[in-house]
């Protein structure tokens, strides 16, 4: 056995999922914080425009359009010491830390085009350190087994982490604003306290998955950039995938409106809503492992989307009590952990299939335009809500004052939040079920590009 290769029967160390798990709490931050405070920070707190804070968060896709796929080739590419994935890993947790806190520590310019400025450059930075750590580390899952049974159960650990970060971002961030004031100060500290807590998560999982030896059987060859589409189960999960990220950003980047106009301005609605959340997603991660044991990865992940796209549309029964809220949040806890286990388990099964199949080792450019994606979604879904307030004609500006807003701003924003969002993550359904179809008659393989085929048959020529 070469000292690449290990048994599938166990995980790669006692500690590996554990600390491969503490990774995701960068992760869960990235995607939730700023989800739920910029649009609300950049509007409420800068008055800036909602159109143009929308477009603004729009705006770092361009350059991540051709970063993140290049990224996950260069991963692939990379030989250290310290291995492939590790280095950069360790470079993304450094940049994310900096430019984190930067994005929260805009500037009040003479003029908001210059804010927004600022904003949109420290985000771009934000989620180019998100990149550089999250690719590899999403890539490692793939390689350390060929087992999917183990996978499953360190995706599990990660998925349970995870919650925990979600717990952070989406309660103790909002609460440490409402503490300190809700005015930029407020921002500042939460920036700080939260982008340490992030670092210290994608630090432990850049040392704690040190020496494990990979699953390297296979050839390495460089491959076309948009590649891993020609794997329709690939293609067609990722194209769920950035639905259900839409679906999840319009949501969350309304809530604090929702909360401010519609339950009271009651500063602790948001914190408790992640905190029942949170609870329930970590309670319930392991049932979800045992149903997928059972009715498989894919039919488990339909019922969780189903189950999501319901929990969303019931709070809508918010503006109903304090009952209707528990009730979505209950069924929002259960969903999540389905919902967050299976997008990043499934993808796993994926890519060593194709590098059975291919014999080709692509894991980085798979986990490159997967992370493409969750960005694109998330992006596209914040956009969305900033779109919708702007031509709803909701006054922005107001701090944590209560501003007059005109019934129609109103009925957009509790729409958004439950049932527009809702129908957007059923949408997602028969993508999955697509890529379970081409799944199960795995046929693809990765062709390479004439120019490749040239090379390579050059260097057998060479040899000969």
Same mark, same amino acid.
């Given at each position: 056995?070469?000292?690449?290769q290990?048994?599938?029967s166990s995980?790669?160390?006692?500690?590996f999922?554990p600390?491969?798990?503490?990774?995701?709490?960068g992760p869960?931050?990235f995607?939730?914080?700023?989800?739920?405070?910029l649009l609300?920070?950049?509007?409420?707190?800068?008055?800036?425009?909602? $159109?143009?804070?929308?477009? $603004?968060i729009?705006?770092?896709?361009?350059w991540?359009?051709?970063?993140?796929?290049?990224?996950?080739?260069?991963?692939?590419?990379?030989?250290t010491?310290w291995?492939?994935?590790r280095?950069?890993m360790a470079?993304?947790?450094?940049?994310?830390l900096?430019?984190f806190?930067?994005?929260f520590?805009?500037?009040?310019?003479?003029h908001?085009?210059?804010?927004?400025?600022?904003?949109?450059l420290f985000?771009t930075?934000?989620?180019?350190?998100?990149?550089?750590?999250?690719?590899p580390?999403a890539?490692?899952?793939?390689?350390?087994?060929?087992?999917?049974h183990?996978?499953t159960r360190?995706?599990?650990?990660r998925?349970?982490i995870?919650?925990?970060?979600?717990?952070l971002?989406?309660?103790?961030?909002p609460?440490?604003v409402?503490?300190?004031?809700g005015?930029y100060?407020?921002?500042?500290?939460?920036?700080?306290l939260?982008?340490?807590?992030?670092?210290?998560?994608m630090?432990?999982?850049v040392?704690?998955?040190?020496?494990?030896?990979?699953q390297?059987?296979?050839k390495?060859?460089?491959i076309a950039?948009?590649a891993?589409f020609?794997?329709?189960a690939?293609?067609?999960l990722?194209i769920?995938?950035?639905?259900?990220?839409?679906s999840v950003a319009l949501s969350?980047?309304m809530?604090?409106?929702y909360?401010k106009?519609?339950?009271?301005?009651?500063p602790?609605?948001?914190?408790?809503?992640?905190? $029942?959340?949170t609870?329930?997603?970590?309670?319930?991660?392991?049932c979800?492992?045992?149903?997928a044991?059972?009715?498989?990865?894919?039919?488990?992940f339909?019922?969780?989307?189903?189950?999501?796209?319901?929990?969303?549309?019931?709070l809508w029964?918010?503006?109903?009590g304090?009952?209707?809220?528990?009730f979505?949040?209950?069924?929002?806890?259960?969903?999540n952990?389905?919902q967050?286990?299976?997008?990043?388990a499934i993808v796993?099964?994926?890519?060593a299939k194709?590098?059975?199949?291919?014999g080709?080792?692509?894991?980085g450019?798979?986990t490159?335009?997967?992370i493409?994606?969750?960005?694109? $979604?998330?992006a596209?879904g914040a956009g969305?809500?900033g779109?919708i307030?702007q031509?709803?004609?909701?006054?922005?500006?107001?701090?944590?004052?209560?501003?007059?807003?005109?019934?129609?701003a109103l009925?957009?924003?509790?729409?958004s939040?439950s049932?527009?969002?809702?129908?957007i993550?059923?949408?997602s359904?028969?993508a999955i079920?697509l890529s379970?179809?081409?799944m199960q008659?795995f046929?693809?393989k990765?062709t390479?590009?004439?120019?490749e085929?040239?090379?390579?048959d050059?260097?057998?020529?060479?040899?000969?």
């Open positions: 056995m070469s000292q690449y290990q048994t599938a995980l790669p160390t006692r500690w999922a600390a491969y798990g503490m990774g995701s709490l869960a931050i995607i939730l914080t700023p989800q739920i405070l609300f920070f950049m509007t409420e707190i800068l008055a800036i425009p909602p $159109g143009a804070a929308g477009i $603004g729009l705006i770092p896709k361009i991540e359009l051709i970063f993140d796929p290049l990224l996950g080739r260069w991963s692939d590419r990379l030989n010491r291995g492939r994935r280095p950069l470079v993304g947790a450094v940049v994310f900096m430019a806190m930067m994005m520590f805009a500037p009040n310019l003479a908001w085009q210059s804010t927004l400025l600022w904003v949109v985000y930075l934000t989620s180019t350190g998100y990149s550089l750590f999250t690719v580390y890539t490692l899952l793939a390689e350390v087994t060929e087992d999917p183990i996978r360190i995706a599990a650990w998925s349970a995870l919650a925990l970060g979600f717990l971002a989406g309660a103790l961030a609460w440490v409402a503490t300190y004031g005015d100060h407020a921002y500042r500290i939460m920036a700080v939260i982008a340490l807590i992030a670092f210290t998560g630090m432990s999982a040392i704690g998955t040190g020496g494990i030896p990979l390297q059987k296979h390495r060859q460089q950039l948009l891993p020609q794997n329709r690939f293609r067609w990722w769920a995938f950035v639905i259900q990220m839409m969350t980047a809530l604090p409106f909360s106009y519609w339950l009271g301005n009651d602790t609605v948001v914190p408790s809503i992640f905190l $029942g959340l609870l329930l997603t970590v309670a319930t991660t392991w979800w492992t045992y149903l044991r059972r009715l498989g990865k894919y039919h488990s339909m019922i969780a989307t189903v189950l999501y796209g319901l929990a969303t549309a019931a029964l918010a503006i109903y304090a009952a209707g809220l528990w979505a949040i209950f069924i929002f806890g259960i969903a952990a389905g967050q286990l299976f997008c990043f796993p099964d994926i890519i194709q590098r059975q199949s291919s080709i080792e692509s894991e450019a798979f490159g335009l997967w493409w994606g969750e960005k694109i $979604g998330l596209l969305l809500a779109l307030l031509v709803a004609g909701f006054r922005q500006g107001s701090g944590n004052a209560l501003l007059e807003q005109s019934h129609g009925l957009a924003v509790a729409y939040v049932f527009l969002a809702a129908v993550c059923v949408l359904l028969p079920w379970k179809r081409y008659d046929k693809d990765i390479l590009t004439e120019i085929t040239q090379y390579i050059r260097l057998k020529g060479e040899k000969n």
